[in-house]
Structure formats: structure tokens, C-alpha cells
């Protein structure tokens, strides 16, 4: 079983930035590694996916603003949040697929505990 915690979150005001970082007791190299994030009463949102050729996706609503990088050394994945918004405010959580499933399409099998991130207006 992977074991996944996540670091960094915390307040800002917007336009701000904040550094999430993601220890995973697996391998990250050869999955898809992935962060979510939930609003209070919204449904939980992927905002950065990086599979295991290393490619990066988003979506439109963090594009430009959010980018996920993975050390496969240190077995730690990086969320980089810039020009942060209210609308950014949620909890962010950490997540893996299985090592057999490269992709970042499908169900994600190993979650964090959430690191909390809120955004000032």
C-alpha cells in the first residue's frame, strides 16, 4: 500500500503563491501522480496530473497559474501555486494510480490526508 502526505498549504491573499509538496512511500516514476482539491460544498476537482512519462496536465482553470513536477529520487511530488485566487481555496490532496495504470484517465487508488489552502479576497 502507498502512503501519501502532503506539506505546504496555508493562507495567502491573492496574487499570492504557495509550494505544496507530496512524500510517497512508492515509487513515483512509473505512475501517474496526481493533486485534487475540494471546496467547501464543491465537488473534488483535479488541477495538476503528471504520468508516468513525466507529462504534465490541467485544466483550464489552474493552466498558467499551477505546475506539478515529480523528483523520482526523493519520491516526492510538487505542486507550484502562483497568482493564487479565492476560487483556489480548497482542500488539495495528493494522489496515485497504480503503478499498472500510466495513464492519469481513471480512478486514482491512494489518497493523502489534505493540506489546506485558502485564498483572501
Known amino acids: 500500500q502507498v502512503h501519501l502526505e502532503e506539506s505546504g498549504g496555508g493562507s495567502v491573499q491573492t496574487g499570492g503563491s504557495l509550494r505544496l509538496s507530496c512524500a510517497s512511500t512508492g515509487a513515483t516514476y512509473n505512475r501517474c501522480m496526481a493533486w485534487f482539491r475540494q471546496g467547501l460544498g464543491k465537488e473534488r476537482e483535479g488541477v495538476a496530473f503528471?504520468?508516468?512519462?513525466?507529462?504534465?496536465t490541467y485544466p483550464e482553470s489552474v493552466r498558467g497559474r499551477f505546475t506539478i513536477s515529480k523528483d523520482n529520487v526523493k519520491k516526492t511530488v510538487v505542486l507550484e501555486m502562483n497568482e493564487l485566487k479565492p476560487e483556489d481555496s480548497a482542500m488539495y490532496y495528493c494522489?496515485?494510480?497504480?503503478?499498472?495504470?500510466?495513464?492519469?484517465?481513471?480512478?486514482?487508488?491512494?489518497w493523502g490526508q489534505g493540506t489546506q489552502v485558502t485564498v483572501s479576497s
Open positions: 503528471i504520468d508516468a512519462d513525466g507529462l504534465p
Open positions: 494522489a496515485a494510480r497504480r503503478i499498472v495504470f500510466r495513464s492519469c484517465n481513471g480512478d486514482f487508488d491512494y
